[in-house]
């Protein structure tokens, strides 16, 4: 059974950084893209970007609205990947979802999400 | 505003069948496949179609998508009450360098 399970949501200041991290299992995780969607609570679904695999050059590609902030980055070893976001924005605020993502295309399996909220 | 446009809302009674459309441009659902996620009360959003019209396993046959030129729609038969959720649409966008979704619609199954 694939699972997805993020963890590292919290109250973070304006300007501030947070770290949340994504645990995979039930898959071979290095076989797959693997990235994040984010929900603005009562919204709709907003890309964030992606990590390709390592057969792939692990390349990643951002969403216009956090490109320079946001970085993505997987551990192989460890089945994971993260999401590094630094100057963060009130418009940040949303729950974080881990996705495997198949080939750029779609999102497959995803986790149950993480709360994000950036507020003073 | 979303790249990809969706009706807020559709409803109808259990057993009928509902129609749920999704346009975009030629950057993106005239270039690319098409996916179509479910997302109930509370829960995650789910995959419910790729590739236009594909069904990941344990999707059942009453959901069915299709595609034409730079629209697609999301047919759901035989309607249940479990099936009210939010309903989204995604593509890639060529132009954008982007994954990009509709703004959602909410079945309601009176």
């Known amino acids: 059974e694939v699972r997805l399970v993020e963890s590292g949501g919290v109250l973070v200041q304006p300007g501030g950084s947070l770290r949340l991290s994504c645990a995979a299992s039930g898959f071979t995780f290095s076989d797959h893209y693997m990235g994040w969607v984010r929900q603005t609570p009562g919204k709709g679904l907003e890309w964030v970007g992606h990590?390709?695999?390592?057969?792939?050059?692990?390349?990643?590609q951002y969403a216009a609205s956090v490109r320079g902030r946001f970085s993505i980055s997987r551990d192989d070893s460890k089945n994971s990947v993260s999401l590094q976001m630094n100057s963060l924005k009130t418009e940040d605020t949303a729950v974080y979802y881990c996705?495997?993502?198949?080939?750029?295309?779609?999102?497959?399996?995803w986790g149950q999400g993480s709360l994000v909220t950036v507020s003073s | 505003q979303s790249v990809l446009t969706q009706p807020p809302s559709v409803s109808s009674a259990p057993g009928q069948k509902v129609t749920i459309s999704c346009s975009g441009s030629?950057?993106?659902?005239?270039?690319?496949?098409v996916s179509w996620y479910q997302q109930l009360p509370g829960a995650a959003p789910k995959l419910l179609l790729y590739n236009n019209n594909k069904r990941p396993s344990g999707i059942p046959d009453r959901f069915s998508g299709s595609k034409s030129g730079t629209s697609a729609t999301l047919d759901i038969t035989g309607l249940q009450t479990g099936d009210e959720a939010d309903y989204y649409c995604?593509?890639?966008?060529?132009?954008?360098?982007?994954?990009?979704f509709g703004g959602g619609t909410k079945l309601t199954v009176l």
């Open positions: 995604g593509a890639w966008d060529t132009s954008l360098s982007a994954v990009v």
């Open positions: 030629s950057s993106n659902i005239g270039k690319n496949f």
């Open positions: 990590i390709r695999d390592k057969a792939n050059s692990y390349i990643t």
């Open positions: 996705t495997r993502v198949f080939r750029s295309q779609y999102f497959d399996y």
